[in-house]
């Protein structure tokens, strides 16, 4: 009786089931075209990218495997980060190689352009400057843009690949308009100097400020300088200080220095000898001895001189109290 029954509603119900789910798929596809056409098309899941991303490097290595062997380039690049800088796992730069070797051949660029840093350092693979410099160019070429910039460096060096200061100008400013810090600083340079491009040192001075406000602690020593005489700005001196005070903070021996020498003297910043004695002692340890700035010091007494070596000693926090 409860087998007729079964049978029974499975009859009554199936035209009913097979009505909802026509009109359940209907619902969904029009619920699917509105929400692209408000937030775009969706992008699938990336499993093994996302445990990646929240740090769980050994699940990310696992889900990645099986996609890798099958040819996957994204998965391929990413067991060669996960081998290359030991995440969750021991380093291992042969191994890394192997993988950004078979990702660059798939066509992932991002693998190209590390294979190419492993070529350039000799990690993992015989140190081959002309093998990366291939590298880089190929994936230049597909527009990554961390290799225009290292390619830009090879032409202005004119090793392993034809010196061509133009072409290096022209590569920089590429990179440079993405917002790569060092592009900016090096292509300001150029623009300054006239290398490889017309002389227009405004724009340089901005390139090299665009840098200097992305924290590039180069950028902001030469920036810096240019405001002290300026040179394709303003001559501003009070901002100039700030600049080297933020360098010398962040250890740059130059700006330290440049520092010192301000306070040595109270020339736009109050006269403080025992901070520039300070600032000179972190600039030697870098090894950076400056004569003439030990001549303003000359007069220095000895407390202050003691005082600011210990507060060096213990920079960037302060000397413990007594």
Excluded: C
């Excluded at 000359?298 to 210990?310: G, Q, R």
């Amino acid at each position: 009786m409860k087998l007729f029954l079964s049978k029974i509603l499975v009859i009554i119900l199936t035209p009913f089931f097979i009505f909802s789910t026509a009109q359940a798929n209907e619902d969904i596809s029009e619920a699917s075209k509105i929400s692209q056409e408000i937030f775009g098309p969706r992008v699938p899941i990336d499993k093994a990218y996302g445990a990646f991303q929240r740090g769980f490097f050994l699940t990310a290595l696992q889900l990645a495997l099986p996609r890798a062997e099958l040819g996957e380039a994204s998965a391929q690049t990413l067991i060669a980060q996960i081998y290359a800088n030991g995440l969750g796992v021991a380093k291992n730069s042969a191994l890394a190689a192997n993988w950004y070797m078979l990702a660059d051949k798939t066509g992932d660029i991002n693998a190209t352009f590390e294979l190419a840093l492993l070529y350039q350092a000799g990690e993992g693979v015989p140190k081959n400057r002309e093998k990366a410099a291939q590298l880089f160019k190929k994936a230049a070429d597909l527009g990554h843009i961390e290799a225009i910039y290292n390619l830009a460096i090879l032409h202005v060096e004119g090793k392993y690949v034809l010196p061509d200061l133009s072409l290096a100008a022209n590569l920089l400013k590429i990179a440079a308009n993405y917002g790569i810090s060092e592009a900016q600083y090096d292509y300001g340079i150029m623009l300054i100097e006239g290398a490889g491009i017309a002389p227009d040192i405004k724009a340089g001075a901005n390139q090299i400020r665009l840098a200097a406000n992305n924290g590039l602690s180069a950028a902001q020593v030469e920036y810096a300088t240019l405001l002290y005489l300026g040179k394709g700005v303003e001559r501003n001196l009070k901002q100039a200080i700030i600049y080297y005070q933020t360098a010398a903070q962040n250890g740059n021996p130059v700006a330290q220095n440049r520092l010192a020498k301000l306070l040595a003297i109270g020339e736009g910043i109050e006269l403080n000898q025992q901070q520039a004695a300070m600032w000179r002692s972190l600039a030697r340890r870098q090894g950076l001895i400056d004569k003439s700035l030990d001549r303003l010091l000359v007069s220095i007494n000895a407390d202050d001189l003691a005082k600011a070596e210990e507060m060096a000693r213990f920079w960037p926090n302060p000397p413990p109290k007594n």
